[in-house]
Structures are given as C-alpha cells and as structure tokens.
C-alpha cells in the first residue's frame, strides 16, 4: 500500500497525553477516525498536518511529508483541512471565498475545476451570496468546495457536520457521499457518530487513548464479533448492495449482494440499479437449523457459521455468518446457542428480521 496509500506513523506527547500509532491507509475513498472523545483523532490529524510536532512519518502515495531525518512545514504538506465551523471570509461573496485557494493554485497543478467544485456541492444556485445569508450546512459545503479548489493531496476533515442540526446533516450527506464517489484523493474523517461513519466510510479506524485498536475496511471490522465499535446493542453489519426489482404492491424492494439477496422497505425515489448502503443488525437476524416456511419472515437466507463467540456480554453470544464472501453477525442468548448446538463451518438459515437503507 506504500506507493499508491498513506503510511502515517507517530508518537508524541501532549501534556500527559500520548499518542501512539502506525497505519497503512487506502490512497482513495473515506477513512475515518472513530473513538470516543478525548482517544486522540485530533491530535492524530493534526500530526498528519504537520501542526503537531511528532516523532515519525509520513508519506502520500509515495510523497514523503515527514520522515525520522526531517519534516516539511505545514504549508509545504498539500492538503485541506475542513473543521467543525470552519470560517468564510465574511465580506466576500461565496464565490470570491471559493476563488481565494483557487487563484493561488497554478493552473498545471490544479487537479480540481472551479465547475466540477460546484457541482460536486450544488453551490450553483448560491454564488453570489454573502456568507451571513447561508444555512449552517450551506457554509460547510462551501467551505469544503474552498478547500478542494486548494487541490489538495489529502483531505482531513475534523467532526464536519457536528455543528449542524439534524435536517442540515442529512441534506449535506449526499454530498460527502458524492465526493467519498468521485474524488480522487484520500479524505480521512473525524466522527464520533456511527450513523455518519456507517454511511460514509470505506475504511475505518478505530482509536482508543492514543492507540489503534482496529483498522480495515468497514465491513470487516462492522462484521467482528468482538466489537471494537463497543455497540453490543447496535451491532451489526452494512452491505454494499443494488436495488434490483421492485414489488409495487407490496411497496418492497429487492437488493442484491454478494452472497444473496435481501427484501426491504425503498423510497419511491431509489431507482432500480442503484447502489445502497444496508444496515442489518446483529438483534434482528435468529437462526434455524432448516428452512423454515410457515413463519412470518420473509427475508430467509443460507450461510455457514463462520465463528461463536460465547458471553460477549452476560448471557448473550454473537455468531459470525458468511453468505457467499458477505459477513452478518447474529445476537443470540447463549442457552439458544446451546440448544442449537451449532459449530463452525455448519450451514444454518438466517432469519432477518429487519433489514434498512442507512440514511
Ligand atoms: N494542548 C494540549 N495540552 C494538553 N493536553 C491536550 C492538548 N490538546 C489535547 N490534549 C489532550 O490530548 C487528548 C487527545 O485530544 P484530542 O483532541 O486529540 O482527542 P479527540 O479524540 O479528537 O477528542 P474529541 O472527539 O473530543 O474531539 C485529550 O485527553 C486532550 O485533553
């Protein structure tokens, strides 16, 4: 992963804090950076800008930022960084604020168009306005565009939407989404919600005082039965899958994945091939020893127990499945386990219970 990946390792002490970590990184798609607070993300990501003083390195598909000999300044490292409230200058139009990084930005070196920008975060519409006239989730749109059109080779993105309200974060999402799609660069993202994280990132990692204590892609470490996202109860796994045939009279929708197929729930608007993101969690799938076909469940599945992991809490077990190469945990009381007397490698049927679009 070298040479087309990020490789950021460092140690440092801030205060009685310290901070402790090495990780291979993708060199495209969304990482991002879960723990609780105070487990170090900022300081992490302040390391990697070089605002920190660190001991270690750092290098962007191949590009050394910072080595054991020496480290470039943080106006030498090509990268972005977007904040909780960022700040727009306020005496200049939305567009005199998105030129600002631009002109500066020699044209051969400019990896992003001012055009592309715009519609990437659907500013068209808000160009001349002034900064005081934009909702709080227009303004970090824009100051995410302002930071593209710096062309950055990296984007660090520290807690973006947890100054916004609800509604304002679910209008920005589809955005973050659009650009996990089509930038070419890496964005690391800080986030303590998992409901932001299950929807945006490919690639996780997990911090806890100033240690790595998981990193991979989502769906592997979503699907472990020792659940570093320490979510017993809202444990569970996200597929990638496509919405492939829609039953209008009972108002459902059918999406494939890799390993199978599951039934749920699709807003009128989802268009057939589209792609999802599916959560299913560990609660809501049982399992049975044979099909079963007088039962109320209409999502049923064949998978092979992959791995038990008895008493992951008082009384409770989470099994690992694999449908085809796609992961599901099922949370089970242990006397069910027991009873079952299910073992690894044995073909059982998923029953699930609920299956929903991560939104
Ligand atoms: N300038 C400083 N001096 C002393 N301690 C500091 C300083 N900056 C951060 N810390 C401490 O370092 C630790 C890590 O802080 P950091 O901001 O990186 O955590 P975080 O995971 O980003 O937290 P949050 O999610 O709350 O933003 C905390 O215990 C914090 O109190």
Same mark, same amino acid.
Request: hydrophobic fraction near 30%; aromatic fraction near 4%.
């Given at each position: 992963m070298a040479a087309t990946g990020i490789k950021a390792r460092f140690a440092c002490k801030v205060g009685t804090f310290s901070l402790d970590v090495d990780l291979d990184l993708p060199g495209s798609g969304l990482t991002a950076l879960f723990? !609780?607070?105070?487990?170090?993300k900022t300081t992490l990501l302040r390391c990697m800008a070089g605002l920190q003083q660190a001991r270690g390195i750092m290098r962007v598909k191949g590009d050394e930022w910072q080595s054991e000999s020496g480290s470039r300044p943080v106006h030498q490292r090509p990268l972005a960084y977007v904040f909780q409230e960022t700040s727009l200058? %306020? !005496? *200049?139009s939305v567009k005199r604020n998105l030129m600002y990084g631009y002109r500066r930005i020699p044209q051969s070196e400019r990896q992003i168009t001012f055009d592309q920008a715009i519609e990437w975060l659907g500013l068209s519409h808000l160009i001349n306005r002034m900064p005081e006239k934009l909702s709080g989730g227009e303004r970090q749109r824009v100051a995410i565009a302002r930071a593209l059109l710096t062309s950055p080779k990296l984007l660090l993105m520290d807690? %973006? *939407?947890?100054?916004? $309200?609800q509604s304002s974060k679910r209008e920005i999402m589809p955005y973050l989404e659009a650009l996990r799609d089509n930038l070419a660069i890496p964005m690391l993202y800080v986030s303590h919600s998992t409901a932001e994280v299950a929807r945006l990132a490919d690639h996780i990692v997990m911090m806890d005082k100033g240690q790595v204590i998981a990193q991979g892609p989502l769906q592997q470490i979503m699907a472990r039965t020792d659940q570093p996202f320490g979510?017993? $109860? $809202?444990?569970g796994v996200i597929l990638d899958a496509t919405l492939s045939e829609r039953d209008k009279r009972w108002h459902l929708c059918r999406a494939d994945f890799a390993g199978g197929h599951l039934w749920l729930r699709a807003d009128e608007n989802l268009a057939i091939g589209q792609r999802v993101r599916v959560q299913v969690l560990a609660k809501d799938i049982s399992l049975a020893l044979s099909e079963q076909a007088d039962q109320s469940i209409q999502n049923t599945l064949p998978a092979t127990i992959n791995e038990i992991a008895l008493e992951v809490s008082p009384g409770t077990s989470m099994v690992r499945l694999l449908a085809g190469p796609t992961p599901f945990l099922s949370r089970l009381t242990s006397r069910a386990v027991h009873s079952l007397d299910i073992a690894p490698g044995q073909q059982v049927w998923m029953q699930v219970k609920s299956v929903a679009i991560v939104d």
């Open positions: 723990g !609780h607070s105070g487990c170090g200058f %306020p !005496h *200049l807690e %973006p *939407l947890s100054a916004l $309200d979510l017993e $109860d $809202d444990a």
